[in-house]
């Protein structure tokens, strides 16, 4: 096995916009839930029960935080790639699962080409100077694109297997 065509790269994604506004009325629902479930209490004159209030609210924390603790992952091997949705660290869900030579096109985004019916965005910022976009076509023959950040390695793996793909100067 050739350990130069491999690899696996996490990005974070950044806390703005919509996911923003997200994580804040989480932050606010778990205070409400805390305000709730204590007057619950003190109106059901159950005193002694006041005490759990900071143990289940870190239970409901500890339940829900991933949901607004989100990466992403991809990784290549043997001329394959596969994209993953990582929820609070833990919890992976496969989005795509390809071959790298099925893409259609693999290059720099441009942020005038939003024409593919499905688009999964799994880069930091649609700004970011290493953000590609990598073209096909899915089961029912429909344009599909999948946006994510893309590092020397990765596109050189990728230029290995796909002709198409156009490579530019990134971070990493």
């Known amino acids: 096995m050739n350990e130069n065509l491999e690899f696996d790269y996490t990005v974070t994604k950044k806390v703005e916009g919509r996911y923003l506004l997200d994580r804040l009325l989480m932050i606010f629902g778990y205070i409400v839930f805390g305000m709730i479930f204590f007057f619950g209490l003190y109106l059901a004159h159950l005193y002694q029960f006041i005490a759990f209030i ?8 500890f339940f829900t935080w991933r949901y607004v603790s989100i990466e992403y992952r991809y990784e290549t091997l043997s001329g394959g790639i596969k994209f993953y949705t990582v929820y609070g ?6 989005l795509l699962d390809m071959r790298i030579k099925d ?5 720099p985004y441009e942020a005038e080409e939003d024409f593919a019916e499905q688009i999964w965005c799994l880069s930091t910022l649609k700004d970011a100077s290493d953000h590609y976009v990598a073209t096909y076509k899915n089961a029912e023959g429909k344009p599909c694109a999948i946006h994510f950040e893309a590092t020397q390695k990765t596109l050189k793996i990728l230029k290995f297997y796909n002709s198409e793909t156009k490579i530019t100067e990134t971070r990493y």
Do not use: H, M, P, T
């Open 103 to 107: 893409f259609a096109e693999i290059k």
């Open 89 to 94: 660290g833990k919890k992976k869900k496969l």
């Open 54 to 61: 900071i143990l289940v609210e870190w239970i409901v924390v």
